[in-house]
């Protein structure tokens, strides 16, 4: 099982997009089995690809009433089981989606008070708790993709010490660098528990090739990183800001779209190069 982490501390930027976007195409054209983990509490990816038909109006009115998060849930095991848990079954977290080959372990807002629980554990490594739970089924799966959160954090150690290669979306403004080198220094941190993780590679989202500071981002990046910089645009569109609400794949929602074309252009230069 080849593994993927997408990564950026800036939110905004498409990294959930990329990253199940990408999961999809791989899914689908390639006929690869894939597993996609969401480790943001946000749960934007998970929601994404939830079967379950929510009444979100109703379910904001209870939780505001009460004060429960845990009704917003969408399912009842998530990743959060298997870090907390090296005996949980990691089988019992994971869902099929509504399209072939695509499974998903899911994330809830309580991965934020998991961190915490993680830090104060110290009778097992902390670090490789994700790792030692994918190793049970790498043999099941050709790709892994992880979904990092926005953050500089152990849940996001722990995605990096599983991946092969990292990803980092960047958005074309001047906090795409800081969040680049932030994520880089992460990795570096990284590398001490993961030797084989490379220095991220990135690529530009949003992408408008009429902005003058699109074109000198695109440039300084180029130069600066080499060949950690992926030179294909992912251009913007109203429909990749659309795909949240629709649960649906991009490539789905919008099969047509410039947006898909970039990413099934992308798909294709990761697969053959990482």
């Not at 845990?70 to 977290?93: A, C, M, Q």
């Not at 695509?102 to 110290?122: H, N, R, T, V």
């Not at 060949?227 to 919008?254: G, M």
């Amino acid at each position: 099982m080849k593994t993927y982490a997408f990564i950026n501390v800036k939110g905004g930027v498409g990294k959930t997009t990329s990253a199940t976007t990408i999961a999809h195409i791989l899914s689908k054209q390639y006929d690869k089995k894939v597993l996609l983990v969401d480790l943001d509490p946000q749960g934007n990816c998970s929601s994404m690809f939830s079967k379950n038909e929510i009444d979100y109006a109703a379910v904001l009115s209870n939780v505001l009433e009460s004060g429960d998060l845990s009704l917003l849930k969408e399912f009842p095991t998530t990743v959060g089981d298997i870090l907390i848990d090296p005996n949980y079954s990691i089988n019992r977290v994971i869902y099929e989606t509504d399209y072939e080959n695509l499974y998903l372990i899911p994330a809830f807002i309580d991965l934020s008070d998991i961190e915490s629980q993680l830090k104060s554990d110290f009778k097992k490594p902390q670090q490789f708790r994700l790792k030692h739970q994918l190793d049970k089924i790498k043999d099941d799966f050709d790709y892994c993709i992880i979904d990092c959160s926005p953050a500089v954090n152990l849940v996001n150690i722990n995605g990096l010490v599983c991946a092969d290669y990292a990803f980092a979306p960047l958005k074309c403004d001047l906090w795409g660098f800081a969040g680049y080198c932030v994520a880089q220094s992460l990795v570096e941190t990284v590398k001490d528990y993961n030797p084989g993780l490379s220095d991220i590679r990135c690529f530009l989202t949003q992408w408008d090739s009429r902005t003058l500071i699109a074109k000198d981002i695109k440039n300084t990046l180029k130069n600066a990183l080499g060949r950690y910089f992926i030179d294909i645009q992912i251009r913007k569109c109203v429909k990749a800001e659309e795909v949240t609400y629709s649960k649906k794949a991009l490539t789905d929602y919008a099969k047509s779209s410039t947006v898909v074309q970039d990413y099934n252009a992308l798909t294709e230069y990761i697969i053959n190069h990482f």
